[in-house]
Structure formats: C-alpha cells, structure tokens
C-alpha cells in the first residue's frame, strides 16, 4: 500500500499517479443510440391526438463516447482553508479519503474506485477529466461523511460507469452515498449504472448548475430524503426502474419534511423511464427562479425509447398467468406446472395453478359475440427454475409425467412475459399448444365509455406504475414548461397513504401556473383528493379522462381537455370560478364534463363538446345539484342534467357549425377561442346579459 499524509498547503501538495490496463469504459452501453426528440409546441385546440402524433420521434443529439480507460488516474490535495489539508490512502486502485478536504481527480481508472471514509466531515471531490469504471464495485462510494460535493470542473467531461453483473452488497449505484450529496459544476458528467441506480443517495441529493447525463438500469437518480435540481441541465434515462425517485416521508433530526423532489429554476430536463417518470414519496415540487423557470419533459414505458418490456427488479419470486378460453376451460380438470432446470430436466417441481379472475370481452347484443377468458396464476421463482412445461390433469388424476389428460412443450422461462396462453387442447394426442404474452397487456378487455370511476381507465397498461410525475402527498407547478407523455396517468397524487411522520397523505394537485402539456393512455391529471387550477395553461391532447379528482376547482389559466371516456370528472365536486376551458370527449356513453356530486360555476368560460350528435353522450352530467350564477357556459351537445340559473340566462340556437376554429365574443371582446372537431346543428349558450358571437352566429340575452 502507497500512503501518503498531507502537512502542508499549496506548495506542498503531493500527486499520485496509477498506471493501468486498457479497457473498453461503457461497451455494455450503445452510446450511438439518438436520444429521442423534445417537442415543446403543442396543440392547443383540444382535438384528438392520432396514433401517429403519439409516437416518440427521434432527435439526432448523442452521448458522446467514452475514450479507452488506459492512462493515468492523478489526484491532488487542494488547498483549502475551511476544510483543512487532507489524507487518503491507494491500495488495490481504491483511492481512500479518511479525511475532510478538497480533492482534485484527473485521469483513467479501469478497474478501481473512489471512497470516502470521513466520519462527520465535509469534504469535496473536483472531477477534472475523469473516466472511471468499475466491475466489482461502486466507482464512487462513499461510506461515511457528513456532507460530499462532487463537482465537474469547467470545460471538462467526466465519466463514470458501473460495470458490475452481480453484487452481495448494498452499494446500488454507479455513486452512492450515505451522506448529503451534492453534484454541481461547469463541466459534464456522464454516469452509466449497468448493475442497478445511476445514483443514490440515502440522505438528501443536490444537483445544480451541471450538464448530468445519467442512464441506469433501475432508477437513475434516487435520494431516500430529497432530491433538489437547480439550473442544471439533465438528460435521465431508466431502462427498467424510475427515472426520478425519492423513498422517505419522515421528519429529518433537523426538523426538515423527507421526501420531496423539487426542480427550479432554468433546468432543462428530459426523463425517459420504463416505470414512473418522478416518484416522489411526498411532493413534487416545481418553481421558477431568477433564472429562469423550468422546461422538463418525460417520457414512460411504451413512449421511451430506452424502456425494457419489464421493469428491473431484485425479487426472486414471480407470477406467472395461464389464460385459458371457456373453450379449454373445465373445473373438472386442474392445471399444473412442471417446473425445472433447463441443464437438468430428469427433476422438476410441480406447482398448481390456482384461480385468479375471469374476464368477459366482446360489447355484443344480448351477450353475442363474447368471449370468456380464465386467468390462473401461480408463483415461480426465476432464480431455482429456468424451464416449464403445463399439464391438464382429470380429477381421477395426480399430478405425473406419465399419466395426464394433456401436456404442453417445455419452454424456457421468458424473462420479459408473465403469462402463457393456451391456444389449443387435442385429447387424441394428449397436447396442449401454448404461447407467451403479457398479463398486463391482454388480460381485460378494452370497454368504451362507462361510469368513468377512478380506478377505470387504460386497460391496457402494465402491472407496475408508468406515470409521468407520481407524488404520494401533493404535486405543487407554480411555474414551467412541462411536456409528458406517458402510459399511465400523467400526473398523480395519492391521497390516505400512512406516512412515516403519521400524517395521511393528502393526494393533491395545485397548478399555481407553467405551461403543460400532457398525452397519457390513462387520466391527463388525476388527483385523489383536490384538484385546484389556479393559473397556467393545461392542454391535455389525450387521455382516458382529461382530469379525474374527488373535488376539482378551476380558478383560473386557459385550458383544453381531451378524454376518451370523460374530459372533467370528479366524485364530489366540480367549481368553475375562473379561466377559460375548453373540453371535447369522443363518442359513446361519454360525457364532457361528468360530477358524481354537485357542479357549481360562478365564473370562467366553459366550452364543452362531444363528438357525437346523438346518443348517450353529454357535455354535462352530474348526479346532484347543477347550478350556474356566473360565467360562460357553450354547450356543443346533449346537456344531461340542466342547471338552474341565477344571475345568467339560457338560450339554444340553431346554426350549422362545422369543424374548425371559432371565437366567443361577449359584448365585443373576445373572450375564448376553441377549435371543434365535429359539425353540429345548434349549440346552448348560458351566460350574463349582453351580446354574444359564437363565429359568425350573433346570440343576444
């Protein structure tokens, strides 16, 4: 072992160098691979966004290659006169630093690592054009320290890649940290974390004023108390976990509330995630500052390039579904699986299949045309078993290799589907044909309209959580511009979680203002408690329903909704006292605007649409009490439930209004412009006294 102790200041600053082999630094990684592209414009008409507007285009903007890490790693002892001068240790190409101090890293190191032993003391680590990896262990670990700033000096690029496959450990990053951790600088850092995180801390994480590239298996950047961003500029990738995520919701020893993410400022960010985009385990939190406000955009699961079919996951266990059709289906017969080690197949394991759920497809008349599918399930573990194969046995039956009513073929274990399907059962040749498929993506039929409950919605989505911005307190935009498009709710906030301070979780939703643009395969916006628009412009350009919350209240901002099912529906409530919002829901048993309680508009313009002339669909329903005392209210549409007035009056006019864009005038201002997208005959225009334009078409009341 080579130590050296550090005495003096800087003049007396000593330098050691590390000669070492060549080494590809990131070939698990294709860094030829375009990032996709960000498109910040967005359709605010509210119509519907098609199959092809909803791909994920592809920019041309790259991660830069990684040079041979084949040279020198050298580190200085810096100068500082807060922190002191101070020591570390080189054995076995692990630099150690046991005390607080400034140090300064140039150079390649292939098979070694950087750690911080410094209990209770700050230190700094400068990154001044490094290129580090490591197939054992965290390049950056740091064990004890009260506080670490790593900073990429200007005009540098740095790189550091996790090469593990396996580790016994719990170092789970590329860096990790037990301490604070703050990740600054001018320069650039690129962090590949091939084993797990990108990086994690398990205190409170700082970035602010870098260029941070990240992309990690699991999570990408993780801080159990705090995740902080500030005026930096981000590219987060996660090809099978979070992109964002923070774990904790208890009180610090500082008196400080755990768990909140929160982006400020000019930071540019783009997430693409295979799970939820930000998963904060309290708020999520975005605001401006002096220098500027925020422009972020994600991307999860089937709209991320980078996104594995299944999420990453430590678990050994796992659930595998049988479908089987009524066709093949008998509760005389019971289904098991042989379950085995490729290498080995003269010994296996039976492991029974058990009922899961039945499910009904097919919209057909009087039960016409339906099919009915069975769902059993049974837990596997990936980790002792590679190889299955599916048996049918009579009741008269046990559970044998040699006497069964049918067998399936061996299959190896698919470690991207969850489910086998049965195609087909011949009992003269005692076989069964099977395929695999996903149970999240296939096993419940896909239902137009509905009662628009809050757990309806994508039926198509995964098992696991896609959402773009996912908090389970509250979700607070004061500012920026936001753009998500994702597979699962886009933005979510859940309510009566138990937290680790013994508070219940709020589950709300405030936009105090920001710019948001949001496509999602589920809700555009859901909250399970309080939805308040207070400002900003929401343009929901699809979505199962647009915005889902138990009481939602819209203040104020300019806002286009479109929804599949509903374009605004709540529980409890819905209260338009402000703003202009414009909302169409597509054909069926659909409604614009749908309250399971009361509506209440004393203020704001509401535009509501639907795309059918006839039928069940409504541009308003609610179950209780409707009222109207103020504001604007145009109706392209079927009104369910009529409101009663106060201080406005009602009229229906006949006028041939076709597709396209219109503006609403009141007494000669413009007070609302919206775009249809369906032809109709008549429109219900409430409002004040006064005159009226709805295009061409002059209403006075």
Not at 283 to 305: H, K, L, R
Not at 593 to 618: K, L, R
Request: hydrophobic letters at 30%; glycine letters at 10%.
């Amino acid at each position: 072992m080579s130590k050296k102790k550090i005495l003096g200041i800087l003049a007396l600053f000593t330098t050691f160098a590390l000669t070492i082999a060549s080494c590809d630094a990131i070939k698990d990684y294709d860094t030829s691979k375009s990032e996709p592209g960000v498109t910040t414009s967005t359709d605010t008409t509210g119509t519907k966004v098609t199959d092809e507007e909803e791909s994920v285009e592809n920019e041309t903007t790259e991660a830069p290659e990684v040079a041979d890490a084949s040279a020198t790693l050298e580190v200085t002892v810096e100068a500082n006169t807060e922190l002191g001068v101070g020591s570390y240790t080189i054995e076995n190409n692990i630099y150690t630093i046991t005390s607080q101090g400034e140090y300064t890293f140039k150079g390649d190191l292939k098979e070694g690592s950087i750690v911080v032993d410094a209990e209770n003391q700050d230190v700094i680590i400068n990154l001044n054009g490094v290129n580090i990896t490591s197939t054992s262990t965290s390049p950056i670990n740091i064990i004890a320290a009260l506080n670490v700033e790593i900073s990429a000096k200007s005009g540098t690029v740095n790189y550091i890649t996790d090469k593990r496959t396996t580790d016994t450990s719990d170092l789970s990053a590329a860096i990790y940290s037990t301490s604070d951790l703050k990740l600054k600088g001018k320069g650039e850092l690129y962090i590949y974390g091939n084993y797990n995180n990108g990086i994690h801390s398990k205190d409170d994480l700082t970035i602010k004023n870098l260029t941070l590239y990240v992309k990690a298996l699991n999570n990408a950047i993780k801080g159990n108390d705090s995740v902080e961003i500030e005026n930096a500029n981000l590219t987060v990738i996660s090809t099978g976990g979070d992109g964002i995520k923070s774990t904790n919701t208890d009180i610090s020893s500082k008196g400080n509330q755990k768990g909140t993410i929160t982006i400020i400022g000019s930071t540019v960010m783009s997430v693409y995630a295979c799970c939820d985009g930000i998963d904060a385990s309290y708020n999520v939190e975005i605001e401006a500052d002096d220098e500027g406000e925020p422009e972020i955009n994600i991307y999860t699961n089937a709209y991320s390039s980078y996104s594995d079919d299944t999420p990453t996951t430590l678990s050994s266990s796992s659930t595998i579904y049988l479908q089987i059709s009524s066709s093949y289906y008998s509760t005389s017969y019971s289904y098991y699986a042989y379950c085995y080690d490729v290498n080995d197949t003269s010994t296996g394991d039976w492991i029974k299949f058990d009922y899961y759920t039945q499910v009904t497809s097919g919209m057909g008349f009087g039960g016409r045309n339906q099919s009915v599918y069975y769902y059993l399930k049974a837990d596997v573990d990936p980790s002792i078993y590679s190889g299955i194969q599916i048996y049918m046995f009579a009741s008269s039956q046990t559970p044998s290799t040699t006497d069964y009513y049918a067998q399936s073929t061996g299959q190896a274990i698919n470690e991207t589907k969850d489910m086998l399907v049965i195609k087909s059962v011949t009992s003269s040749t005692k076989k069964i044909g099977i395929d695999w498929s996903n149970y999240s993506t296939t096993s419940t039929p896909s239902m137009p309209g509905g009662m628009g409950g809050m757990d309806q919605g994508n039926t198509d989505k995964t098992d696991y959580s896609t959402k773009g911005i996912k908090a389970n307190n509250e979700i607070i935009i004061n500012a920026g511009n936001i753009l998500i498009k994702s597979y699962d709710d886009a933005l979510h906030a859940t309510s009566n979680v138990t937290l680790e301070n013994g508070e219940t979780s709020k589950g709300d939703i405030t936009i105090n203002g920001g710019t948001i643009s949001l496509l999602s395969k589920d809700d555009g916006i859901h909250a399970d408690n309080n939805l308040i628009i207070n400002s900003g412009s929401i343009n929901v350009s699809s979505s199962y329903e647009g915005l889902e919350a138990n009481y939602i209240y819209i203040n104020g901002g300019n806002h286009s909704i479109y929804g599949t099912d509903d374009g605004i529906n709540a529980s409890k409530a819905i209260v338009v006292a402000g703003g202009v919002t414009s909302i169409l829901v597509a054909s069926g048993d659909t409604d614009a605007i749908d309250s399971n309680g009361t509506y209440t508009q004393t203020g704001g313009v509401i535009i509501s649409m639907n795309m059918a002339s006839s039928g069940t669909a409504s541009v308003l329903d609610c179950d209780s009490t409707t009222k109207i005392t103020g504001g604007v209210f145009l109706a392209f549409g079927r009104i369910e439930k009529t409101p009663s007035l106060s201080n406005v009056k009602s009229t229906t006019k006949s006028a041939s209004i076709s597709k396209g864009s219109y503006n609403l005038t009141y007494n000669g201002d413009v007070i609302a412009t919206f775009t249809t997208s369906a032809s109709y005959q008549s429109f219900t225009l409430i409002g004040a006294s006064g005159s009226y334009q709805v295009g061409s078409t002059s209403i006075s009341l």
